[in-house]
């Protein structure tokens, strides 16, 4: 065990030794995962917006200014009889005028009205959620009397759940295109080990190594160049997003809310490391499988 | 132990190296291979190690058909063979005990006892001073002694040493020539080709002869009276 140590620890040594070259592979290679990886924050963050908005899709009934209290009973009947409708919640105008002014932080435009823009509203809340069925519900609702116009709130979250899917094709596509440029890579800088190893390589065989013997250091040195390309995409995302961040936190302030950007989970870190230290590993793996059979001393 | 049966080995472009080769080797023996160069002696030491293969004929090492291992084996045929290069091949990246410890860290050999047995080699070959040294600072002699600490550090049951005095001065060779056969009385089997006519003139062993790829029998007898009658 501790020749086997000591064995890998000289050969990796020894692989080391040219500092600027193996920064450099590494550099690349987090510069490469991080793309893709970054990508696919955003889009996290992007999602987790949008299911915040609007987790419940929901039709809004906004009243013609002139309903009266009578009209608003009778509709409410009408609603709650609906089989399609789970439950209904009422917005008074003078309620909703409040809203208005807490979640916006245009209390000052607000208060310097002087009568309230805003009309009676229903928000129905229906018993399915499929696409087709609320807009059918929509369209349903729209035709009843006094309702000056029915809403379908998630539509807009349904076509940036659509978009998003895209982004998230986008991301994969890149991944794939990328994660083979890290095995092209780690296959080359392998490639460049061997020749230079070629020699010791010839002797080990001669005096009996196996071939996984030989290996062996080789697969450790792609898995560490994976790893630490991506400990570098990490940290290349962790500090964009810091950055990010600080601006997004001055231009959120301005809108009086609070967005901000979070970083990879711990379990997404770790998936990105593991599957960069497997790229490098499948990189080495090709490579050695290639060019050990071809060293054979004479 | 060595068994050569009708062996032929022509290389790719057509060069015959052996032409039909029989003789046997037993456990224990030493026996020297001579030949002009050419003729032939590096080529049989290969086939020994598996580094060549027959075209014809079987080359059977402990009862191993050595010719027709398959590539996963070799490595441990090759473990429990000693085989001193006529180029060394030494490793200039590391030092002196380091090129001797790999063969025992490629045997996954228990660590502590491998420095014993690293040291115990190294003194053997008188290089126990130069340990720590980078083998470039060595004499040709010195490399030569490395080499064949390098071969014995594990304890092999056959030692196969190609031309292990070439280019060394009489005194040299009769220092390299004492430590193979301290390692024959422990009862090693030995195989040295060499064309120093004055290692030939000690053997105290057989010695084939090869002539153009092929073993001659009447000189083998030959040189045996001749070095007989010296001695």
């Keep these: 065990m501790r020749h086997a140590l000591a064995q890998n620890i000289g050969v990796l040594r020894r692989m080391f030794a040219s500092p600027l070259v193996g920064v450099l592979n590494i550099l690349v290679i987090g510069i490469a995962l991080s793309l893709p990886a970054g ?3 955003l889009l996290q963050n992007v999602q987790g917006w949008v299911a915040q908005l609007s987790s419940t899709p929901q039709v809004s009934l906004f009243l013609s200014m002139n309903a009266k209290t009578d009209d608003v009973d009778k509709l409410r009947k009408q609603l709650e009889r609906h089989p399609a409708i789970d439950r209904i919640e009422f917005v008074a105008r003078a309620q909703a005028l409040e809203q208005l002014k807490q979640s916006t932080g245009l209390a000052d435009v607000i208060g310097g009205l002087n009568q309230n823009p805003l009309p009676d509203a229903f928000i129905v809340y229906p018993k399915h959620g499929a696409v087709q069925a609320l807009q059918a519900l929509r369209d349903e609702l729209a035709k009843l009397p006094q309702v ?20 998230r094709m986008m991301a994969l596509i890149l991944a794939s295109l990328l994660s083979l440029a890290l095995v092209a890579i780690t296959f080359n800088t392998i490639r460049l080990q061997i020749l230079t190893q070629r020699e010791e390589i010839e002797v080990a065989k001669l005096i009996g190594a196996t071939n996984g013997f030989i290996r062996r250091p080789f697969l450790y040195f792609g898995a560490l160049q994976g790893l630490f390309g991506g400990i570098i995409a990490w940290f290349t995302i962790t500090i964009s997003l810091l950055v990010l961040n600080y601006q997004l936190n001055a ?8 967005i901000t950007l979070h970083s990879l989970s711990f379990g997404d870190s770790v998936t990105l490391l593991l599957f960069s230290m497997y790229l490098g590993w499948l990189g080495a793996w090709l490579s050695v499988t290639r060019h050990l059979s071809k060293i054979e001393a004479h | 132990m060595i068994r050569f049966t009708q062996v032929h080995k022509r290389y790719p472009g057509g060069y015959q190296a052996l032409k039909n080769v029989s003789f046997e080797i037993a456990a224990g023996e030493m026996v020297f291979l001579t030949g002009h160069s050419g003729a032939g002696k590096s080529t049989l030491l290969k086939l020994i190690a598996a580094i060549e293969r027959p075209n014809l004929g079987s080359v059977l090492v402990n009862h191993q058909n050595v010719g ?8 441990f045929l090759r473990r429990n063979l000693g085989i001193i290069f006529q180029d060394h091949k030494l490793l200039f990246d590391r030092n002196v005990f380091d090129n001797v410890m790999l063969p025992l860290q490629i045997c996954g050999f228990d660590y502590r006892e491998s420095h014993k047995r690293v040291r115990a080699a190294l003194d053997k070959v008188g290089l126990l001073k130069r340990e720590k040294s980078n083998p470039i600072a060595l004499s040709g002699g010195e490399h030569q002694r490395l080499c064949i600490a390098r071969a014995i550090v594990n304890r092999p049951t056959i030692l196969l040493a190609d031309e292990p005095t070439g280019n060394l001065d009489t005194e040299y060779a009769h220092e390299i020539m004492a430590i193979f056969k301290s390692f024959h009385q422990v009862g090693a089997t030995v195989l040295i080709s060499t064309h120093d006519e004055s290692v030939l003139q000690n053997a105290n062993g057989r ?13 083998v007898g030959l040189i045996q009276t001749q070095s007989q009658a010296q001695a």
Excluded: I, N, T
């Excluded at chain 1, 000056?148 to 895209?166: G, I, P, V």
């Excluded at chain 1, 959120?252 to 609070?258: G, P, T």
């Design chain 1, 148 to 167: 000056e116009l029915a809403q379908l709130d998630s539509a807009w979250a349904y076509k940036l759940e659509a978009m998003l899917k895209f982004g």
């Design chain 2, 207 to 219: 010695v084939l002869v090869l002539k153009q790829g092929e073993l001659q029998p009447v000189s």
């Design chain 1, 251 to 258: 231009l959120s302030q301005l809108y009086a809310s609070q």
């Design chain 1, 39 to 41: 990508m696919y924050v």
């Design chain 2, 68 to 75: 027709a291992l398959k590539e996963r084996a070799l490595p």
